[in-house]
């Protein structure tokens, strides 16, 4: 079965500073692929930044990158120089071979000003 | 501009009465399209699979029966939530890829059912 774990129901971190938000996941499939999705309270997923099992160069997408460890099965969201509008829920999520997204619990991130 | 559209965004019904939400793929077509429901601070669990021209796929522990699904074209699925219970009441949430896209996937807005 596949699985995703987010360990920190929320974070806070201090305006300017980066911050790493955790995301582990579990699978037997040799392909697969994960989703980092921010929503604000207005509920929309908003697409962060996505990375390949067979990805070898970890993904970059502006102030967002995701720190794949493949041997630790572990995919975590760094995010740089943090903003207020940063503040939101954050979900790390796994595709599966049939397409279905599997999202970890979430982690509801705090930028204090 | 949005590329899924879903709609209602918001609704509130009565106990018992039945709510529809579309999901709509507006600049591509979309063999399958997928139903999430959120509860408040908790995570998207995956209801169902929509497939257009057959039988939605639905999840373990998902009554079918009550959270009807129907793909009747390659650009629409539609939710609906039958006699409708306060428990019902969540953040319903499609999404969408468009054919050989690799892993782009679309969300749409999401709909707020209130059932009162």
């Known amino acids: 079965a596949q699985k995703i774990t987010q360990t920190q129901p929320g974070m806070f971190v201090q305006e300017k500073e980066a911050v790493t938000l955790d995301c582990t996941y579990d699978?037997?499939?040799?392909?697969?692929?994960l989703f980092w999705y921010k929503q604000p309270s207005s509920g929309e997923m908003i697409f962060l930044i996505y990375?390949?099992?067979?990805?070898?160069q970890n993904a970059t997408e502006g102030r967002y990158s995701l720190n794949f460890q493949k041997a630790r099965k572990s995919a975590n969201l760094v995010i740089s120089a943090s903003q207020l509008g940063d503040s939101a829920m954050y979900f790390c999520?796994?595709?599966?071979?049939?397409?279905?997204?599997?999202f970890g619990q979430g982690t509801e991130l705090s930028v204090k000003p | 501009g949005a590329v899924v559209s879903q709609h209602p965004s918001w609704v509130i019904c009565k106990s018992g009465t039945s709510v529809k939400i579309e999901c709509r793929s507006l600049d591509f077509q979309a063999t399958t399209m997928f139903w999430y429901r959120q509860f408040p601070k908790q995570s998207l669990m995956l209801m169902a699979t929509?497939?257009?021209?057959?039988?939605?796929?639905?999840e373990q522990g998902v009554e079918k029966d009550k959270f009807l699904i129907n793909h009747a074209s390659l650009t629409l699925s539609t939710l609906t939530v039958t006699s409708a219970h306060p428990e019902d009441s969540s953040f319903y949430i499609c999404s969408a890829s468009p054919r050989l896209s690799g892993n782009t996937i679309y969300f749409g807005e999401g709909s707020w059912l209130t059932v009162v």
């Open positions: 990375q390949g099992s067979y990805d070898q």
């Open positions: 929509s497939n257009e021209g057959s039988k939605a796929t639905y």
């Open positions: 999520a796994m595709i599966n071979q049939g397409g279905k997204l599997i």
């Open positions: 699978t037997s499939d040799p392909s697969y692929g």
